[in-house]
């Protein structure tokens, strides 16, 4: 008993050990119940119920039915007891309360620390020392009690301590990074916000140096002005130098000064018969195997040149068309041709950027100009016959001394290129148009602009004097028409014939009927006088030239397919 006793002493002190306070001392005991309050116990006696005090609850019979056939009292008496017990459920509706958590005992809060550490040696020799003092009868043991509240409290707080612990670690990883992120938007911030002020400081220097260049700019354009004036006069006294030059080492033309009127009788025949505006096709001429560019009236007999892009120009008897000479020389399309006042000789313009003169008795080029940098669109006269002017592709126009052979002067400032140029007639005035949507008047003498007209909205394709010179006609890529007064140098009417373009107009000898070649091939007969308009229709294509004979009576077309019409 002795051995047992100290056995079973052992025991209650691993376990005191274990949980860290004392179970047998009454000392201890007495300590604990102070600390925590004192516990009582009441002895409690049950009775058995009487058979005769019990209340036997009535159940109506049509509660439950009995099926036929299965008449077992067993049966019967377990389904009326399950019936009533689901009624009484359901008319009570009993809320159960929260049991609360027993508290657990030491043997089993021993067990379960050693199979949660992992310790199943220490639990088998554990397990089988317990049950074998059990079944020796050691009471002792079981009165150990259950683990105190207090301890399994602080387990609960040890886990929630950890659980608190991870979190708090979680939390402070997502701090650390939220502060690494703080910095480096802080940085982003520091570094754009430095940006930002350099950015500024630049565009605040940037507009300082651009107010000081627009200062500085402003302060040269009255030099700039001078300097250019000075420019044109040096380069004035260039040319007359130039010109007095090549008049000491050769002899050189002269411009005339005193020129009389326009003596052509033709001039009159207005207030003679009236105009005639009902032409019918007459007769085709299929002179070129390219499009025909300009057709041009000898001065004194019933000859026409006609010119095509086929590189040649083809003088032509009329009215049977016979062609009497053929001129070969330019190596690209003829654009243009004019004829000599005294009707010897003849001036072709190309688009291989040159200009030949032509002697007709003979059919050979007599002198080839050279001096334009793109092609020559158009070619003109001058009344004496010494002169010969030329407009180019390359903005340009010239003037070219025949007796000399070389070129008089250049006349600049057109800004595009240079489409048509023609002589007021009897003068030393030049007209040319321009794809600037301009004319300009010039002085041949000086080749300085006089006036510039304005009023075109597309590019100037061809511009003529009125026999008598007193008017301007023009027209332009989309059709339109204008008339200027020469003398004035005003605008008199714009009239619209498009929206085909309009490559050229010429005047009848007597200057009250204006007719235009147009690229949907209709021939327009503008009346002077009364304003309207006349539509001759025979062209299968597109018209590039038209031209009056001398007496009116009969009209001469040239067309994209190589052929030369008449209208009488």
Same mark, same amino acid.
Not at 316 to 320: H, Q
Not at 533 to 536: G, Q
């Given at each position: 008993?002795?051995?047992?006793?100290?056995?079973?002493?052992s025991?209650?002190?691993v376990?005191?050990e274990?949980l860290g306070m004392?179970l047998t001392?009454?000392?201890?005991?007495?300590?604990?119940?102070?600390?925590?309050?004192?516990?009582?116990?009441?002895?409690?006696t049950?009775?058995?119920?009487?058979e005769?005090?019990y209340?036997?609850?009535?159940?109506?019979?049509?509660?439950?039915s009995?099926p036929?056939?299965?008449?077992d009292?067993?049966?019967?008496?377990?389904?009326?007891?399950?019936?009533a017990?689901d009624?009484?459920?359901?008319?009570?509706?009993?809320?159960?309360s929260?049991?609360?958590a027993?508290p657990?005992?030491?043997?089993d809060?021993?067990?379960?620390f050693l199979?949660?550490m992992?310790?199943?040696?220490?639990?088998?020799?554990?397990?089988?020392e317990?049950?074998?003092?059990?079944q020796k009868?050691?009471?002792?043991?079981r009165?150990?009690g259950?683990v105190?509240?207090?301890?399994?409290?602080n387990?609960?707080?040890?886990?929630?301590?950890?659980?608190?612990k991870?979190?708090?670690?979680?939390?402070?990883?997502?701090?650390?990074?939220a502060r690494?992120?703080?910095?480096?938007?802080?940085?982003?911030r520091?570094?754009h916000r430095?940006?930002?002020k +350099?950015?500024v400081?630049?565009?605040?220097?940037?507009?300082?140096?651009l107010?000081?260049?627009?200062?500085?700019y402003?302060?040269?354009?009255?030099?700039?002005?001078?300097l250019?004036?000075?420019?044109?006069?040096?380069?004035?006294?260039?040319?007359?130098?130039?010109l007095?030059?090549?008049?000491a080492? +050769?002899?050189?033309?002269?411009?005339?000064t005193?020129?009389?009127?326009n003596?052509?009788?033709?001039l009159?025949k207005e207030?003679?018969?009236?105009?005639k505006?009902?032409?019918?096709?007459?007769?085709?001429?299929?002179?070129?195997?390219?499009?025909v560019?300009?057709?041009?009236?000898?001065?004194?007999?019933?000859?026409?040149?006609?010119?095509g892009e086929? +590189?040649?120009?083809?003088l032509?008897?009329?009215?049977?068309g016979n062609?009497?000479l053929?001129?070969l020389?330019?190596?690209?399309?003829?654009?243009?041709?004019?004829?000599?006042?005294?009707g010897?000789?003849l001036?072709?313009?190309?688009?291989?950027?040159?200009?030949?003169?032509?002697?007709l008795f003979?059919g050979?080029?007599?002198?080839?100009?050279?001096?334009?940098?793109?092609?020559?669109?158009?070619?003109?006269?001058?009344?004496?016959?010494?002169f010969?002017?030329?407009?180019?592709?390359?903005?340009?126009?010239?003037?070219?001394?025949v007796?000399?052979?070389?070129?008089?002067?250049?006349?600049?400032g057109?800004?595009?290129?240079?489409?048509s140029?023609?002589?007021?007639?009897?003068?030393?005035?030049?007209?040319?148009?321009?794809?600037d949507?301009?004319?300009?008047v010039?002085?041949?003498?000086?080749g300085?602009?006089?006036?510039?007209?304005?009023?075109?909205?597309?590019?100037?394709?061809d511009?003529?004097?009125?026999?008598r010179?007193?008017?301007?006609?023009?027209?332009?890529?989309c059709g339109?028409?204008?008339?200027?007064?020469?003398?004035?140098l005003?605008?008199?009417?714009?009239?619209?014939?498009?929206?085909?373009?309009?490559?050229?107009v010429?005047?009848d000898s007597?200057g009250r009927?204006?007719?235009?070649?147009s690229?949907?091939?209709?021939i327009?007969?503008?009346?002077?006088?009364?304003?309207q308009?006349?539509?001759?229709m025979g062209?299968?294509?597109?018209?590039?030239?038209?031209v009056?004979?001398?007496?009116?009576?009969?009209?001469?077309?040239g067309?994209?397919?190589?052929?030369?019409?008449?209208?009488?």
């Open positions: 008993m002795a051995a047992q006793q100290g056995m079973a002493d025991a209650l002190r376990l005191e274990a004392g001392t009454s000392g201890d005991t007495a300590d604990a119940v102070a600390a925590e309050g004192a516990f009582y116990l009441e002895q409690v049950i009775t058995e119920a009487s005769d005090d209340e036997y609850e009535e159940i109506p019979d049509d509660n439950f009995i036929e056939g299965e008449e009292l067993a049966k019967a008496i377990q389904m009326v007891q399950e019936q017990t009624t009484q459920i359901l008319e009570q509706k009993t809320v159960l929260s049991k609360p027993a657990e005992a030491i043997e809060f021993l067990c379960n199979i949660k992992g310790m199943t040696r220490t639990l088998d020799c554990f397990q089988s317990w049950y074998e003092l059990m009868g050691i009471t002792e043991l009165d150990a259950n105190p509240d207090v301890y399994t409290q387990m609960l707080l040890e886990n929630e301590n950890k659980i608190l991870k979190d708090l670690k979680h939390y402070k990883q997502a701090a650390d990074k690494e992120d703080l910095l480096k938007t802080q940085k982003e520091d570094f430095m940006h930002h +350099r950015v400081q630049e565009k605040n220097k940037l507009i300082n140096d107010k000081g260049l627009k200062l500085h402003a302060s040269y354009e009255p030099t700039i002005r001078v250019h004036e000075k420019h044109h006069a040096l380069l004035k006294q260039k040319m007359l130098t130039s007095e030059r090549d008049r080492i +050769r002899q050189d033309s002269e411009f005339p005193n020129m009389q009127p003596p052509n009788p033709c009159c207030n003679i018969c009236p105009a505006f009902d032409y019918k096709l007459n007769n085709i001429f299929r002179l070129h195997e390219l499009p560019s300009c057709i041009v009236m000898h001065p004194h007999k019933e000859f026409l040149v006609s010119c086929d +590189r040649v120009w083809k032509v008897a009329l009215p049977k062609v009497l053929t001129g020389g330019h190596t690209d399309w003829l654009s243009n041709c004019c004829f000599h006042p005294s010897n000789k001036a072709t313009a190309s688009g291989d950027t040159t200009v030949k003169l032509w002697d003979k050979n080029c007599i002198l080839t100009c050279e001096g334009h940098t793109h092609a020559v669109w158009s070619c003109t006269w001058h009344s004496c016959g010494e010969v002017a030329s407009s180019s592709l390359d903005t340009t126009s010239k003037i070219w001394d007796n000399s052979e070389r070129c008089r002067c250049t006349l600049y057109h800004t595009d290129s240079v489409n140029i023609e002589f007021f007639p009897f003068s030393n005035t030049l007209l040319t148009a321009s794809a949507k301009s004319l300009s010039w002085d041949a003498r000086t300085k602009c006089e006036q510039s007209l304005y009023g075109h909205m597309h590019s100037v394709n511009a003529t004097f009125t026999p010179g007193y008017m301007i006609a023009s027209c332009d890529a339109v028409i204008k008339l200027w007064d020469f003398r004035k005003l605008p008199i009417v714009s009239i619209d014939v498009g929206p085909s373009p309009s490559n050229e010429n005047f007597s009927i204006l007719a235009q070649a690229g949907n091939g209709v327009h007969l503008l009346d002077l006088k009364s304003g308009i006349h539509r001759l062209h299968d294509s597109e018209a590039h030239t038209v009056f004979s001398h007496d009116g009576e009969t009209l001469f077309s067309g994209s397919d190589g052929t030369v019409r008449t209208w009488s």
